[in-house]
């Protein structure tokens, strides 16, 4: 299982603007989970989100 949290803060007051998280479970030694194609899905997913505000965790599949 791989999670992706993601915290937006200003950088003036480290006020936190925005959070999320994607979570994904894939077999190694394969191309879809290999790390790069991982991240990539769980930042694709998780960011097109932004700056709404997630209903919850996401789960990607």
Do not use: C, I, Y
Not at 1 to 12: C, P, Y
Not at 32 to 49: H, I, N, R
């Amino acid at each position: 299982m791989t999670r992706l949290e993601v915290t937006v803060t200003l950088r003036r007051d480290n006020h936190v603007v925005w959070k999320g998280q994607a979570t994904t479970v894939r077999a190694s030694g394969t191309r879809t989970g290999e790390p790069s194609v991982v991240a990539a899905d769980l930042s694709d997913v998780l960011l097109t989100w932004f700056p709404r505000q997630l209903p919850g965790p996401l789960s990607v599949p």
